[in-house]
Protein backbone atom coordinates (compact mmCIF):
# COMPACT_ATOMS: atom_id res chain seq x y z
CA UNK A 1 0.00 0.00 0.00
CA UNK A 2 1.18 3.54 -1.05
CA UNK A 3 2.20 6.47 1.51
CA UNK A 4 -0.36 9.15 0.65
CA UNK A 5 0.95 12.29 -0.69
CA UNK A 6 -0.89 15.39 -1.44
CA UNK A 7 -1.44 14.57 -4.91
CA UNK A 8 -4.37 11.23 -3.48
CA UNK A 9 -5.94 13.53 -0.85
CA UNK A 10 -9.57 14.90 -1.03
CA UNK A 11 -9.28 19.12 -1.01
CA UNK A 12 -10.23 19.19 2.88
CA UNK A 13 -7.56 16.76 4.16
CA UNK A 14 -5.01 18.37 1.70
CA UNK A 15 -5.60 21.77 3.63
CA UNK A 16 -6.10 20.60 7.04
CA UNK A 17 -2.15 18.41 5.57
CA UNK A 18 -0.85 21.58 4.77
CA UNK A 19 -2.30 23.39 8.43
CA UNK A 20 -0.56 20.83 10.20
CA UNK A 21 2.70 21.07 8.88
CA UNK A 22 2.78 24.75 9.26
CA UNK A 23 2.37 25.21 5.12
CA UNK A 24 -0.49 27.11 4.85
CA UNK A 25 -1.40 31.13 5.03
CA UNK A 26 -4.85 31.61 5.48
CA UNK A 27 -6.59 34.48 4.43
CA UNK A 28 -7.69 34.97 7.90
CA UNK A 29 -7.28 32.98 11.17
CA UNK A 30 -9.92 32.73 13.46
CA UNK A 31 -8.19 32.42 16.36
CA UNK A 32 -7.32 32.94 20.64
CA UNK A 33 -5.21 36.05 21.19
CA UNK A 34 -3.78 33.96 24.36
CA UNK A 35 -3.48 30.41 22.58
CA UNK A 36 -2.61 30.55 18.73
CA UNK A 37 -4.97 29.76 15.80
CA UNK A 38 -8.37 27.44 16.57
CA UNK A 39 -9.06 26.53 13.06
CA UNK A 40 -8.77 28.26 9.61
CA UNK A 41 -11.92 29.16 7.56
CA UNK A 42 -10.22 27.72 4.30
CA UNK A 43 -10.09 24.09 5.74
CA UNK A 44 -13.11 23.74 7.23
CA UNK A 45 -15.05 25.42 4.45
CA UNK A 46 -13.58 22.87 2.17
CA UNK A 47 -14.33 19.95 4.77
CA UNK A 48 -18.06 21.07 5.26
CA UNK A 49 -17.86 21.21 1.62
CA UNK A 50 -16.73 17.22 1.34
CA UNK A 51 -19.44 16.67 3.66
CA UNK A 52 -22.11 18.49 1.11
CA UNK A 53 -22.70 20.88 3.22
CA UNK A 54 -23.50 24.57 1.98
CA UNK A 55 -20.28 26.70 2.78
CA UNK A 56 -20.83 29.05 6.13
CA UNK A 57 -20.16 32.31 7.14
CA UNK A 58 -17.55 33.18 9.64
CA UNK A 59 -17.45 35.76 12.45
CA UNK A 60 -21.89 37.03 11.71
CA UNK A 61 -22.56 39.70 13.13
CA UNK A 62 -25.91 38.71 13.50
CA UNK A 63 -27.26 41.70 15.94
CA UNK A 64 -27.88 45.30 14.82
CA UNK A 65 -26.85 47.18 17.65
CA UNK A 66 -24.67 44.78 19.78
CA UNK A 67 -21.23 43.63 18.67
CA UNK A 68 -21.81 40.22 19.27
CA UNK A 69 -20.56 37.43 16.56
CA UNK A 70 -21.44 33.68 15.83
CA UNK A 71 -18.44 31.56 14.63
CA UNK A 72 -19.55 29.69 12.17
CA UNK A 73 -23.29 30.28 10.51
CA UNK A 74 -25.82 29.73 7.78
CA UNK A 75 -27.66 32.53 8.11
CA UNK A 76 -30.53 31.24 5.28
CA UNK A 77 -31.00 28.59 7.72
CA UNK A 78 -30.11 30.52 11.14
CA UNK A 79 -28.01 28.05 12.59
CA UNK A 80 -24.82 28.58 13.93
CA UNK A 81 -21.99 26.79 15.50
CA UNK A 82 -20.35 28.52 18.54
CA UNK A 83 -16.81 26.99 18.98
CA UNK A 84 -15.91 26.84 22.47
CA UNK A 85 -12.31 27.10 23.60
CA UNK A 86 -10.73 26.53 27.16
CA UNK A 87 -13.34 24.86 28.30
CA UNK A 88 -11.25 22.70 30.99
CA UNK A 89 -8.96 25.25 31.36
CA UNK A 90 -10.72 27.93 33.18
CA UNK A 91 -11.07 29.77 29.96
CA UNK A 92 -13.96 32.59 29.35
CA UNK A 93 -16.69 30.13 28.40
CA UNK A 94 -16.70 28.80 31.90
CA UNK A 95 -15.92 32.00 34.38
CA UNK A 96 -19.05 33.60 35.59
CA UNK A 97 -19.26 37.26 34.26
CA UNK A 98 -18.32 36.42 30.68
CA UNK A 99 -20.71 33.35 31.09
CA UNK A 100 -23.66 36.13 32.26
CA UNK A 101 -23.06 37.74 28.82
CA UNK A 102 -22.54 34.52 27.05
CA UNK A 103 -26.58 33.79 28.08
CA UNK A 104 -27.20 37.04 26.58
CA UNK A 105 -26.05 36.30 23.50
CA UNK A 106 -27.49 32.84 23.58
CA UNK A 107 -31.38 34.38 24.68
CA UNK A 108 -31.02 36.96 22.17
CA UNK A 109 -30.12 34.39 19.40
CA UNK A 110 -33.16 31.60 20.49
CA UNK A 111 -35.71 35.27 20.46
CA UNK A 112 -34.36 36.13 17.16
CA UNK A 113 -34.95 32.04 15.75
CA UNK A 114 -31.83 30.97 15.84
CA UNK A 115 -30.70 27.11 16.86
CA UNK A 116 -27.07 27.39 17.98
CA UNK A 117 -25.08 23.90 17.89
CA UNK A 118 -21.65 23.61 20.18
CA UNK A 119 -18.57 22.34 19.97
CA UNK A 120 -14.30 22.33 21.24
CA UNK A 121 -12.30 23.29 17.81
CA UNK A 122 -10.99 20.41 18.11
CA UNK A 123 -14.30 18.81 16.66
CA UNK A 124 -15.40 21.02 14.49
CA UNK A 125 -14.53 19.39 11.65
CA UNK A 126 -16.12 16.23 12.49
CA UNK A 127 -18.51 13.94 11.09
CA UNK A 128 -20.56 14.08 14.23
CA UNK A 129 -20.44 18.19 14.41
CA UNK A 130 -21.28 17.73 10.37
CA UNK A 131 -24.87 15.58 11.10
CA UNK A 132 -25.93 17.50 13.68
CA UNK A 133 -25.49 20.74 11.71
CA UNK A 134 -27.30 18.69 8.73
CA UNK A 135 -30.07 17.27 11.30
CA UNK A 136 -30.67 20.60 12.24
CA UNK A 137 -31.12 21.56 8.74
CA UNK A 138 -33.35 18.92 8.11
CA UNK A 139 -31.35 17.36 5.32
CA UNK A 140 -30.73 13.98 7.66
CA UNK A 141 -33.10 11.54 8.09
CA UNK A 142 -35.08 11.54 10.80
CA UNK A 143 -34.18 8.78 13.50
CA UNK A 144 -36.33 6.22 14.48
CA UNK A 145 -38.65 3.40 13.15
CA UNK A 146 -41.04 4.70 10.29
CA UNK A 147 -43.15 1.72 10.20
CA UNK A 148 -45.45 2.24 13.08
Known amino acids: MSKPTLDNLGPAARLRALAQAGELEPKRKIANKRKGM ?3 PEVVTAYF ?6 PPVYEFRFHPTRKWRLDVAWVP ?7 QGGI ?8 GAA ?6 KLNTLAVMGWRV ?5 KDLCTMETVDLVKKAMGIWPKQGRTDR
Open 99 to 104: LLKEWE
Open 88 to 95: FIAGRHVR
Open 38 to 40: IYI
Open 77 to 83: HRIAIEV
Open 117 to 121: LFCQP
Open 49 to 54: AECVLP
